[in-house]
């Protein structure tokens, strides 16, 4: 019951703070959390494995790489290096979850280890479709950012104007954003459940 109210304080805060900071360092010490208390079951390491990877990746790209404010970039340009790098990320996500459990399998087969426990578990399968959501959210965002800045790719100031007030996605990106990350770490600590746990495609038998 504990661990319950605790999932939900922190879907709560990651949804309301709108610090992804600090939600992402939240998500880290989860994903190394259920790593320890999974450490025998190779599909749960595996998977918070790559997750943290990627994760610290891109908190480390953002911290010492990535320009959010420039004088020599326009704001189309800075957003568009945002957006992007946000779609790169979370196709990264969606590819190595989506692949998880034939690469432990492979990897296993190659040692000549027994394979027929490793399977997607439910929650691994949700975690695909909701990194397919992150990526529609950061095409969406990416595509209406050059579309409100037609200007910069030689239209005339007539016809971008006409489009310049295209900026729903811009304006709720942070939220949308927000609640998806609240809903990554719901996932996350799914996995800590029996119904986390099953498979979702049972792999054949090694």
Known sequence: MLKLALILTGVCYAIISKNDFHVYLIINASLLMIMLMNRRN???VHLCALMLAVYLGEMLLFKHFIVTRSDSLSAMQVNAIIFSVHF????LLFFLVVFRAPLTR????ARNKPYGHIFTYNAEFALTGLFMVFMAVDLLALGENFIRHLDEFGFSPETAQLLSGWNWVYYQYENIKSVLLGLTFLLVWMMTYPIGQDAYQQAPAG
Not at 88 to 91: I, M, N, R
Not at 106 to 109: E, I, T, V
């Open 42 to 44: 190779i599909n749960v």
């Open 88 to 91: 790169l990320t979370d196709l």
């Open 106 to 109: 492979s990897r296993l087969a």
